[in-house]
């Protein structure tokens, strides 16, 4: 994964290909918490070898996962350090039990935040300010709370954050929770649930694009939109179609990519959820911390200056358009919109208002909305996002 720079659902689906749910559950959990802790488990592991250790090492690798095993999830020393020795048969056995021994009987404990990547921590800090980068580290010390938008009233015993919200602090699985096979609510972010909830009450056609894997399409359905989901992934909107069969909500689903896409009439709300760096979303997944760096920034952000005029000129005059990436970086969210503003003078900020967001959160001066880490954190907090709602106010725009 780390290797490849793959996402680590996309590694973990082939690796765990065949295993049991619980195994493939365990397998999960250990790479994440690798991934939470890597800086802090590389120093470890390099305080205890002569020599330094190649990054893409085996026998580091190995320690990594023995480490996060004995120090952060419980397992036993010894069925922690079996099950990493086979991954070096043939190679340095005796160096990586050697390591793992003497850190094990040096009392080696793991820090309670994690240590950020160091360019992570710095482009945090650079944009946002030491507090938050700080904040950023504590946010991976543990997994997230799991949030849920609410259909209907299921029995679900929670914190509610907003209207039609429920958290859950739990290990039960989520197929296995009241209301699930009842279509009752879908699993959302908290932060992630709030552009929809910019589009306001139905009523007329909304078109949300880059919909997939599909929560925002579900919101807007269940606030009385006729929903136009639009996405490029094939195999993510089928997930999609089975949320909408769950839940009884109805959609339009269209595969296809939008930039050779056109819709057959202008819509009254265009909700675009760019594609992104992800650097938001940090707490669920992990590896944007170790393969998210300057170069994809800087080509999601020119995916979303192309993307946004494009989606701007299907909203009707009169109508919205909420723009949102799951980002911490203002490359894909403050300055894309300050460049797309100066260029679309028929377009205008439509304020956030304070009763659309959960008590804590406030909107900028200008308008739109940034949650970063640190935010609601005695609620659990939320993962980063920018959004934006703004109105076609006249006129056709220009460029488009």
């Not at 040096?106 to 945090?124: K, S």
Request: hydrophobic share 45%.
């Amino acid at each position: 994964m780390l290797r490849r720079g793959l996402a680590i659902e996309q590694a973990l689906a082939a690796a765990t290909a065949g295993l049991s749910p619980p195994d493939r559950g365990l397998a999960h959990a250990i790479a994440a918490e690798v991934l939470r802790r890597l800086a802090d488990l590389d120093a470890l592991i390099d305080g205890a070898t002569r020599n330094r250790l190649p990054d893409d090492a085996k026998a580091r690798f190995a320690l990594r996962i023995a480490l996060v095993q004995a120090l952060r999830l419980g397992t036993p020393p010894h069925a922690a350090i079996s099950t990493v020795l086979p991954l070096v048969d043939g190679g340095p056995r005796k160096l990586v039990h050697g390591v793992f021994g003497t850190l094990l009987r040096g009392d080696a404990a793991l820090p309670d935040t994690p240590a950020l990547p160091p360019p992570v921590h710095d482009r945090i800090a650079r944009n946002w300010g030491d507090r938050v980068a700080r904040a950023a580290g504590e946010a991976i010390a543990a997994p997230p709370p799991l949030d849920l938008t609410l259909r209907g009233d299921p029995p679900l015993a929670g914190v509610s954050l907003l209207p039609g919200h429920v958290r859950l602090t739990t290990d039960t699985p989520v197929p296995d929770l009241p209301g699930y096979a009842a279509g009752d609510w879908w699993v959302q972010d908290l932060a992630a649930s709030l552009p929809a909830r910019l589009a306001g009450g139905g009523g007329g056609h909304a078109l949300d694009l880059c919909a997939a894997p599909g929560g925002k399409t579900l919101q807007l359905a269940a606030a009385g939109w006729d929903v136009t989901a639009v996405d490029i992934s094939e195999s993510r909107l089928a997930r999609l179609s089975e949320n909408l069969a769950r839940t009884g909500l109805s959609a339009t689903i269209v595969t296809a990519d939008l930039l050779d896409w056109q819709p057959p009439a202008p819509a009254d709300v265009v909700l675009l959820d760019a594609p992104c760096s992800a650097t938001g979303i940090f707490r669920r997944h992990p590896d944007v911390l170790h393969r998210v760096g300057p170069r994809v920034i800087a080509e999601m952000a020119e995916v979303q200056a192309r993307l946004l005029p494009r989606a701007a000129s299907w909203v009707r005059p009169g109508g919205l358009l909420v723009y949102a990436t799951c980002s911490l970086e203002p490359e894909e969210g403050e300055a894309q919109i300050a460049a797309f503003l100066d260029s679309h003078p028929d377009f205008a900020i439509d304020p956030v208002l304070p009763d659309e967001l959960p008590e804590g959160l406030v909107a900028h001066e200008r308008g739109w909305l940034r949650t970063l880490p640190g935010m609601l954190a005695e609620q659990g907090g939320l993962d980063g996002f920018f959004m934006v709602r703004m109105m076609r106010v006249a006129g056709d725009s220009p460029g488009t």
